[in-house]
C-alpha cells in the first residue's frame, strides 16, 4: 500500500509570485553592496582578470598573474562575461554577481520541474480516496515541485554558498539540470533527451573536472538497467551523451593545449589536480563528510532519510530510486576524495531536497506541526536577538550587547543607514503576517512545514545582510589594506613580487590597482610580504589536526621569508594589516 494519503486540499500550489519573491529575497541581499571576502574574492579576482585581459587570460585562469589550474574555467567565463556586458552599469564586483543569480535561476528551475515531473507518475500518486477527492496528477505534481523548492531554499549549505562567485556554485546548480534531464531520459528515451544529459555532463567537467560526470554517468547507466530500459538503446545513447560531453569541454582544452598561453598549457596541472582528488577512502574524509553534512543538509537530510524509508516497500519508484542512485555515486566520489571541502557537498544537495519533497507527504500531522511551531519560535527568537543587537550597537544600550557587537570590528563606527533599515523592517513585517496567516488559518496544504523554516531562514539572512552588512564589510574585506598600500607604492612602479594568498591577491589588484608580476614572472623592484605578527610557532604535536600541521607550516614559511627581507637592506615603505584581524601582517618592500 502507498504511504501517501493526502486529499485535494492539500495540494494548492503555492502562489507564483510568493514562490518568486521569496527567491528574490533569497539571492539578492548578499550580492548587492556586499565587497569580496576572504571566501569568494579569489574567484571573483580570475574574472576580473578575465574581463580586463586578453586571450591568454581567458584560456589560462590566474589572479593578476597568480595561476589557477585547480578547476575549470566555465563559472570564471560566466562571472568575466558578465563583467563584460555589466560592469559599466554595476560595477565590476555587482556584474560579476549576475552570474551567480542565472546559477541560482538554474538550479530552483531545474529543480521544481524534476520533482514536478515526477510527482505526476502514476507510482507517486497518492492512495486513491473512497468518495473521491484525491488531487490531480498536475496538482499533486506543482505542490511536490514546491515543497522540494522550499526545502532546498532552507538548506543551510546552499544559503552559505549560493552567493559566492565559485565553481562548486555552478556545479550544484548543473547537478539540478542533469537530474532533470536524466529524468527526461528515463521517461522517453531519445536521441535529443541524451544530447541534453551530455551538455549537461560536458558543462560539469568544465566547472570542477570529469569525476562526478564520469560518476553520474555511470548511475545513469545503471538506473537504466533498474527501468529495463533497452541495453543497447541505452548504451548507444550514453556513448552518445559521453561524446557529446567530451567535445564540449575541448572547447577549452584544445585551444589550450594549442595556444599555450604565457608558454604553458594549463591541461596538465588541471588533470594532475583532478587525479590528486581521487584515492581510497580515509577517516579525515568520512568524519568530515558526516560532521560537516549534519548541518549543511539540514533540514534536507531527516526528510529524506524518511522518505527512503517510508517508500521501501514499493517497485519502480523513480522518484526515489534514481535521486538514491546518484546520490550514492556523488557520495563515493567526496568521499574518496583525500583533501574534502565544505562546497563539495553541494553538489548532493539537490537529490537529498527533492527525495525529502516525497518524504513529507507520508509524515504524521503532529511531526508537521511540530516542525512548524519549533520554526516559529527558533527563527524569530533570533530574529530578535539581530535587531536587539543592531539596536545596542547604534545606541550603546543593553551595555553587554553593545560591546559584544562591536568587539569583532575594533574602530569601526556604526551609522544609520536608511534604506537597509526599511528593507529590514519590510522584511520583518512579512514574516510576523506569515507567522498571523499559519496560526490563524491552521492550513492543511502540504508545503506549509517548510514554508515557514525556508522564510524564517530567509529573513535571517536579509537581516545581516542588511543591517550588519556595514560591519562585516569592515571586517572580512581587504579594500581598506589596499588602499592603503598603494598610498604607499611610488608612481611608476614595474611590478611587485608577493606571496599573499589568492583572495589577497585579488583584493589589492582590484581595490589597489597593483601592478603584480604575471604568470610568467619577471624582476621586480617591489615585493609584498604576508607573515604573521606571532612570534612563537606552535609545535606540531599540539594540533592533531594535519591541516592545522600545514597551515602552521605556511606561517612559518611566510614569517621566515619576511624576517630574511627585514634583514637584506631591503627598504620597508609599508607595513600593516586589517584592524579586525590580529594575525595577518603585509609588508611593502623596495629592493636594494
Not at 70 to 82: S, T, V
Not at 322 to 345: H, K, M, Q, R, S
Not at 348 to 354: E, H, K, M, S
Not at 453 to 471: A, E, N, Q
Request: aromatic share 12%.
Amino acid at each position: 500500500m502507498k504511504p501517501v494519503r493526502l486529499p485535494a486540499a492539500a495540494t494548492l500550489a503555492l502562489p507564483r509570485w510568493a514562490l518568486f519573491a521569496l527567491g528574490m529575497l533569497y539571492i539578492l541581499p548578499g550580492l548587492i553592496g556586499r565587497d569580496p571576502w576572504k571566501d569568494d574574492a579569489g574567484s571573483f579576482g580570475i574574472m576580473w582578470t578575465m574581463a580586463r585581459g586578453g586571450l591568454h587570460d581567458w584560456l589560462y585562469p590566474n589572479i593578476a598573474g597568480l595561476a589557477v589550474n585547480d578547476e575549470g574555467p566555465l563559472a570564471f567565463w560566466l562571472g568575466a562575461i558578465c563583467i563584460k556586458l555589466f560592469g559599466w552599469l554595476l560595477g565590476d564586483v555587482l556584474a560579476a554577481r549576475v552570474s551567480n543569480i542565472g546559477i541560482f535561476v538554474l538550479g530552483t528551475m531545474s529543480l521544481w520541474y524534476t520533482a514536478f515531473h515526477l510527482g505526476r507518475r502514476p507510482e507517486a500518486q497518492p492512495l486513491r480516496l473512497a468518495f473521491g477527492g484525491q488531487p490531480e496528477p498536475d496538482d499533486y505534481g506543482r505542490t511536490l515541485a514546491d515543497t522540494a523548492v522550499l526545502v532546498y531554499l532552507g538548506s543551510l549549505g546552499l544559503l552559505l554558498l549560493s552567493h559566492e562567485t565559485l565553481s562548486v556554485t555552478l556545479q550544484g546548480s548543473l547537478i539540478a539540470y542533469f537530474l532533470y534531464r536524466a529524468v527526461r531520459y528515463i521517461e522517453g528515451a531519445s536521441v535529443r533527451n541524451a544530447v541534453l544529459v551530455g551538455l549537461a555532463l560536458g558543462a560539469l567537467v568544465l566547472s570542477r573536472g570529469p569525476l562526478s560526470p564520469v560518476a553520474l554517468l555511470a548511475a545513469l547507466f545503471l538506473g537504466t538497467r533498474f527501468f529495463r530500459l533497452p541495453p543497447a538503446t541505452s548504451l548507444r545513447h550514453l556513448a552518445l551523451a559521453a561524446g557529446v560531453a567530451l567535445l564540449l569541454s575541448l572547447v577549452w582544452i584544445l585551444p589550450a593545449s594549442i595556444v599555450q598561453p604565457y608558454s604553458q598549457s594549463p591541461i596538465p596541472d588541471w588533470l594532475a589536480w583532478n587525479a590528486s582528488e581521487l584515492s581510497l577512502p580515509n577517516w579525515a574524509s568520512i568524519s568530515a563528510f558526516f560532521r560537516v553534512g549534519v548541518w549543511f543538509f539540514w533540514p534536507a537530510w531527516p526528510f529524506a532519510g524518511w522518505a527512503i524509508w517510508a517508500w521501501r516497500r514499493q517497485q519502480n519508484m523513480l522518484h526515489i530510486v534514481l535521486p538514491l542512485t546518484f546520490l550514492g555515486a556523488l557520495t563515493v566520489v567526496i568521499l574518496c576524495d583525500p583533501t574534502p571541502e565544505n562546497g563539495d557537498l553541494l553538489k548532493l544537495l539537490p537529490l537529498l531536497a527533492l527525495m525529502a519533497a516525497f518524504g513529507l507527504p507520508t509524515m504524521k500531522r503532529g511531526a508537521i506541526n511540530a516542525i512548524d511551531w519549533f520554526s516559529v519560535m527558533a527563527l524569530t527568537t533570533l530574529a530578535a536577538l539581530i535587531w536587539l543587537f543592531w539596536i545596542a550597537k547604534l545606541s550603546g544600550w543593553p551595555a553587554k550587547l553593545a560591546h559584544n557587537a562591536l568587539k569583532l570590528v575594533p574602530g569601526f563606527k556604526p551609522e544609520f543607514g536608511i534604506v537597509s533599515f526599511l528593507v529590514a523592517a519590510s522584511v520583518t513585517i512579512g514574516w510576523i503576517l506569515l507567522v498571523r496567516w499559519r496560526v490563524s488559518r491552521q492550513p492543511a496544504v502540504l508545503w506549509r512545514a517548510v514554508v515557514l523554516s525556508s522564510s524564517g531562514l530567509i529573513l535571517l539572512w536579509v537581516l545581516l545582510m542588511t543591517l550588519f552588512l556595514p560591519d562585516l564589510n569592515y571586517r572580512r574585506s581587504y579594500a581598506g589594506v589596499a588602499q592603503a598600500i598603494a598610498a604607499k607604492l611610488p608612481p611608476g612602479a614595474n611590478c611587485i613580487d608577493t606571496n599573499v594568498g589568492s583572495a589577497q591577491r585579488a583584493s589589492f589588484a582590484y581595490f589597489g590597482r597593483l601592478p603584480f608580476a604575471g604568470v610568467e614572472g619577471g624582476q621586480c623592484d617591489y615585493v609584498l610580504l604576508q607573515d604573521s605578527v606571532k612570534t612563537r610557532d606552535k609545535a606540531d604535536d599540539q594540533s592533531g589536526d594535519e591541516a592545522d600541521n600545514e597551515a602552521n607550516n605556511k606561517a612559518r614559511a611566510k614569517r621566515a621569508l619576511a624576517r630574511r627581507w627585514a634583514t637584506s637592506g631591503a627598504t620597508l615603505l609599508w607595513e600593516g594589516r586589517r584592524a579586525s584581524d590580529r594575525d595577518e601582517r603585509f609588508r611593502l618592500y623596495r629592493r636594494r
